[in-house]
């Protein structure tokens, strides 16, 4: 089949959402198809610009590419799945959420902004009106379909797919180190993991990895460290190679990921393919459709104490700690987490 | 000069826009390159050595082939069966329609219902341009309860046939005024064509009429005679007037209702003034008009286009009696004894009146009639047409981009939140202004 | 600063402007600057598609990206150049060449053959007298583009070139007896008058043709004429090649054949050039006339297989002066700077 992935493009910008179309393309490839990826631009402020986007978008002939037709479209983010098609299936991972649960939200835009409200409705109603038309619909992951059956009505299917480079992952003997792959944002909440190392028994290390992306945030939970000193229990990174984060994750005792809302989380599932047991919080939204407390890590309340506790549970039993990091890795292959499965769900 | 593609009948077809067609092309094809396309079975061979003539079907076009001229002209008239071939390459092919008819019910009915065969485009169509009150009356057409002629009036569909055109042109200036609405494509009222016969002739003429000088003055009525035509008024006057004796009547041409006609001259006791001579071939015509006196060529309701006719008897130096409505009503005032709709009868009585009175007066409007036909010279008209139909074709980009507008309306209607429509539409109309008409300095004025 | 390198593209086909987007990006960045290449999607068939997409292009915003300026755009190809931009610059590869030279070109025209394709053409020329000037500067890929660009739309732009990919790795070595013609195989490139005029010579001239015909009919076609002119043993079928072999025949070859009609711009000229081979070419071939300077780096040729076949034959006979307009078809490709250095500069300036 002649298959092709449309997806948003924020320019210079590089992000999951890149990745996971990269991964369903060669994915598909690999399977004997013909695919590609279409991005189109997208830039969401001021808030009317996004209506001519979604216009834009309707407009747009992905029915054919030269003589042969495209036998299907799979959309991935608003507006791009948007783009009509005879054969379209959307596979979500965002809709635009600072129309829905990031509306009023402390990290949301779009409602202090000139006819936010307008706009938030425009966009209520497109996904309400076009994603029904695809053939099939489908979310990143339980969180996502979830936003979308309470704010939209509409009923999708979570759709999970591995991380990049999944096979690549290994496992190896547990250091003395809790390790935290990401961005560093506020949403993520590496602050949250100093304050709570303030709070262990043990004296839990932590190595965080990954790119300062908001300014100042990293300024502050080190200044927070210092303060509680639990600075010289923390190592900060910064942008890592693939091949030294799976060695992180191959060599740490279990990973934190104790993020706010995420949509999905490739930490999870990065940690589970290294046979480590995860920490999230009871906010974080898409790990907690992997970890399963007490069998394949820990779930706690988004507070310092709370949080400090579960380190501490990980840090002082190592053999239990293994236990539920194997666990994790059988509740992988248990639920097929593989492209073979989203292949044979998206083609049907 | 251009290359231009013509949609016309053609003769032998019995219609009068073949007769325009086999006048004009001949002075077109001398001054640019024209293929005339036909789907009619047979083309009069003398015409076939005048002009050359392509076939079509109206199923399967060759677009490659109609696509090297530099525009193409579409005749349009009432009748579905001659015209309908010529409205489907229209459709999908911007050019210029020239509208023989404004009242075009009567051919989309026909194309519809029965060269196509598709209900759903008819009833589709009325109710695009008359709402719902277009379908209900369509469908109680389709089942018997209208006439034809109820629907004519109510429902013209002049704006049908030239959606999507890159121009119009009619021979009515009233025609002009109505189909001046947006979105429009720019319309053009041409004089129309019309070759007057030799001065000579004329002359000849003349002398027969001045021959036969009366009294009784002879008035004459030609042409298919509907009930728009106004015979009962006629004959009604006739009747009502005194001096009635002074007058003949020659009824030529095919009537509506014979029978109806004959019981009318009978019961009004006209037999004695009145004659049908039925329907006349062309050598009897000229003996006809070179010597009558008066011709009535009324028509009400009038379906506002203009009258071939009428071009003849001016041709003929006659004075005239027309009703002042639709194309008649721009006639030059001097040339033309007009009736008033509201008052046929006593105006018709007022003009035979006059007529007798100053006999002189009515030979005189008649001549001016002649010198009007000047204006409707063939080489102006077909000039002015090839200069509109230039200085359309330069405004087509705006006939694909309004069909996007109509297309990006429809979808938005499905999931364009009304709150945020307004921004939206005017923010896609900007940009497409801009892609019909280019930026300021661009544009023509 | 941030460069966006915005481009039109049929997805499944990559061609040469997906190859010259890929070294302006890598030029830009290797100026020290941040550049992303963003295609767009573009389905010209039916003809009514134009328009929407075009419409499409106009509602973009690139003017930002999260808050960060994006200080330049550079439009390549139609619609894509259509995007708004304040600091939009355009290196116009082509035009939509069917709504232009190529409207009833017999095997490339396409619009032409829809009932609509007239007005959608027109709307196509308009869109670009309108939008194409929008851009601060307007540069092209070679004089013909320019030059058509000023009798199409009465707009004017400045040449500028680029060099072919893996330009510094040609190179020259000891003539063999054979002539080079690397190109697709179709109407356009001509391979069927070098055939023609194969069979004319006097010279036991030997052409090798590379590259892929664009679909089997042409392949055909050219086989047969091939063999009913008797020329099987002086004409040999290499089909798609590496770039590496390409190179090597450029290297080993007496000089190259390439008379295309109205080429846009012509990569063989400059690949001659650099693997100093005199190039043969015709009067109507476009860009290549560009480069060639008649009598001094090749010969200009009538576009008829007798002229092509005097210039084939005049080479053939005459190896030292083969090798001497090789040598000075070098130093004009030096002497033009066609270097990526130039085009950033100009394009960023």
């Not at chain 2, 013509?6 to 009068?16: C, I, R, T, Y």
């Not at chain 2, 009619?170 to 429009?184: F, I, Q, V």
């Not at chain 2, 008897?313 to 639709?326: E, H, I, S």
């Not at chain 2, 040339?335 to 002189?360: K, M, N, S, T």
Request: aromatic fraction near 8%.
């Amino acid at each position: 089949m002649r298959i092709l992935i449309a997806t948003v493009k924020v320019p210079f910008v590089n992000g999951g959402a890149e990745t996971h179309a990269a991964g369903l393309r060669n994915a598909l490839i690999a399977a004997g198809h013909r695919a590609e990826i279409v991005s189109v631009p997208f830039k969401w402020y001021p808030p009317r610009r996004i209506l001519d986007q979604m216009l834009a978008c309707r407009l747009l002939d992905l029915t054919a590419a030269g003589d042969a037709p495209v036998d299907r479209l799979i959309g991935l983010k608003f507006p791009a799945y948007l783009i009509p098609h005879p054969n379209k299936v959307v596979w979500i991972l965002h809709q635009h959420r600072q129309a829905y649960d990031l509306w009023q939200h402390p990290m949301g835009d779009l409602h202090a902004q000139p006819h936010g409200a307008e706009v938030r409705d425009a966009i209520h109603r497109a996904d309400v009106e076009l994603l029904p038309q695809a053939r099939h619909l489908f979310a990143n992951s339980r969180n996502v379909a979830a936003r979308l059956k309470t704010y939209c009505g509409i009923e999708a299917a979570p759709l999970y797919h591995p991380p990049p480079d999944a096979p690549r992952f290994h496992s190896a003997q547990a250091e003395d180190f809790l390790y935290f792959p990401s961005r560093l944002n506020a949403l993520k909440r590496q602050r949250l993991v100093v304050e709570a190392l303030a709070h262990t028994r043990a004296k839990v290390r932590v190595r965080f990895s990954g790119p300062d992306i908001e300014a100042g945030y990293h300024e502050e939970c080190m200044a927070v460290a210092r303060r509680s000193k639990v600075h010289s229990r923390i190592e900060w990174l910064g942008t890592v190679s693939e091949q030294a984060k799976r060695d992180l994750y191959a060599r740490c005792l279990g990973v934190l990921f104790p993020s706010l809302d995420e949509d999905y989380g490739y930490i999870t599932l990065e940690a589970m393919l290294a046979h480590k047991p995860v920490i999230a919080c009871a906010d974080s939204g898409g790990p907690l459709e992997f970890v399963v407390h007490r069998e394949t890590g820990l779930v706690c309340e988004p507070a310092p104490r709370d949080l400090a506790a579960a380190m501490d549970e990980l840090w002082e039993d190592r053999d239990r700690a293994r236990r539920w990091g194997e666990a994790g890795r059988q509740r992988y292959s248990d639920l097929r987490i593989d492209w073979g499965t989203v292949l044979e769900r998206l083609l049907q | 000069m251009l290359k231009i593609n013509w949609f016309s009948p053609l003769p032998p077809a019995h219609s009068g826009i073949a007769y325009y067609a086999s006048q004009i092309l001949p002075v077109l094809a001398g001054r640019h390159e024209v293929v005339a396309w036909t789907d009619q079975d047979q083309v009069a061979p003398e015409f076939s050595e005048m002009v050359t003539v392509a076939r079509y079907q109206p199923a399967n076009p060759p677009w490659r082939a109609l696509n090297d001229a530099d525009v193409s002209i579409y005749h349009l008239g009432n009748h579905g069966g001659i015209h309908g071939g010529i409205w489907q390459v229209s459709r999908r092919h911007p050019g210029i329609v020239v509208l023989h008819d404004l009242c075009l019910h009567d051919f989309f009915a026909m194309v519809f219902l029965r060269t196509l065969e598709r209900p759903d485009l008819y009833l589709a169509t009325l109710e695009r341009w008359y709402g719902e009150a277009g379908r209900h009356d369509g469908e109680a057409f389709r089942s018997g309860g209208i006439g034809a002629e109820t629907m004519a009036q109510r429902f013209p569909l002049t704006r049908e046939a030239v959606w999507g055109s890159l121009g119009v042109i009619t021979h009515s200036r009233s025609a002009l005024d109505d189909l001046r609405e947006k979105p429009a494509s720019p319309v053009a009222a041409l004089d129309f064509p019309y070759t007057a016969t030799p001065e000579a002739r004329y002359r000849g003429w003349l002398a027969a009429r001045g021959a036969a000088s009366g009294p009784p003055y002879r008035l004459v009525v030609f042409g298919y005679l509907s009930r728009n035509r106004r015979l009962g008024a006629l004959l009604e006057a006739l009747a009502g007037l005194g001096e009635r004796q002074q007058f003949r009547l020659d009824i030529c041409g095919q009537l509506w209702d014979e029978s109806h006609i004959r019981m009318e001259i009978d019961r009004l006791g006209l037999n004695a003034l009145v004659n049908l001579r039925g329907f006349l071939p062309d050598g009897q015509v000229e003996q006809e008009l070179s010597t009558a006196h008066l011709a009535v060529n009324l028509r009400y309701p009038s379906m506002g286009e203009a009258s071939l006719s009428q071009m003849q008897f001016w041709d003929y130096g006659l004075p005239t009696l027309v009703t002042r409505t639709g194309w008649y009503a721009s006639l030059p005032e001097d040339a033309i004894a007009f009736v008033r709709p509201e008052h046929e009868v006593a105006d018709i009585q007022a003009h035979l009146r006059a007529f007798l009175a100053d006999p002189a007066a009515f030979r005189a409007m008649g001549e001016r009639g002649r010198q009007a036909l000047k204006k409707h010279d063939l080489g102006n008209y077909v000039d002015a047409m090839v200069q509109f139909a230039s200085s359309a074709v330069a405004l087509s980009p705006r006939v694909p981009v309004l069909e996007l507008a109509g297309k990006i309306g429809h979808d938005l209607r499905q999931w364009l939140h009304p709150a945020a429509s307004d921004y939206l539409l005017e923010r896609a109309s900007q940009e497409l202004f801009t892609m019909c008409v280019g930026k300021a300095d661009d544009r023509d004025s | 600063m941030k460069v966006l390198i915005l481009t039109s593209g049929v997805p499944f086909i990559r061609g040469g402007a997906e190859i010259l987007a890929g070294g302006l990006c890598d030029a830009v960045c290797a100026a020290g600057h941040q550049a992303e290449i963003l295609t767009l999607p573009f389905q010209s068939c039916p003809p009514s598609r134009i328009p929407e997409q075009m419409l499409a292009c106009r509602l973009l915003d690139v003017t930002e990206t999260c808050s960060m300026r994006i200080d330049r755009v550079i439009g390549l190809k139609f619609p894509a150049y259509l995007v708004p931009h304040p600091r939009k610059v355009i290196w116009l590869l082509h035009q939509h060449r069917t709504a232009y030279e190529l409207w009833n070109h017999p095997a490339a025209g396409d619009l032409i053959h829809y009932p609509d394709g007239p007005v959608v053409r027109d709307a196509i020329r308009l869109a670009d007298r309108t939008f194409i000037p929008e851009a601060r500067s307007i540069y092209t890929l070679s004089r013909n583009v320019t030059e058509r660009l000023q009798r199409c739309s009465g707009i004017a732009s400045e040449p500028l070139y680029n060099p072919p990919a893996g330009a510094s790795l040609f190179y020259k070595s000891t003539p063999q007896d054979y002539f080079f013609f690397p190109s697709r195989i179709n109407p356009v490139k001509r391979q069927w008058l070098v055939i023609q005029a194969l069979a004319l010579c006097r010279e036991p001239v030997c052409v090798r043709f590379a590259g892929e015909a664009d679909n089997e009919a042409q392949q055909a076609e050219c086989a047969k004429a091939v063999r009913e002119l008797r020329l099987s043993e002086r004409v040999e079928w290499l089909g798609m090649v590496t770039e590496e072999r390409k190179r090597d025949c450029y290297a080993n070859s007496l000089g190259v054949v390439f008379p295309p009609v109205d080429e846009d711009y012509g990569y063989v000229t400059l690949e001659a050039m650099l693997s100093s081979k005199p190039v043969i070419t015709c009067v109507d071939s476009g860009g290549p006339l560009e480069f060639v300077v008649d009598g001094q780096t090749g010969l200009v040729a009538g576009a008829t297989p007798q002229a092509l076949a005097e210039a084939m034959d005049a080479l053939w006979g005459d190896r030292r002066r083969a090798a001497t307009m090789g040598e000075t078809g070098l130093q004009r490709y030096r002497d033009l700077k066609i270097t990526w250095e130039n085009v950033v500069e100009k394009l960023l300036c």
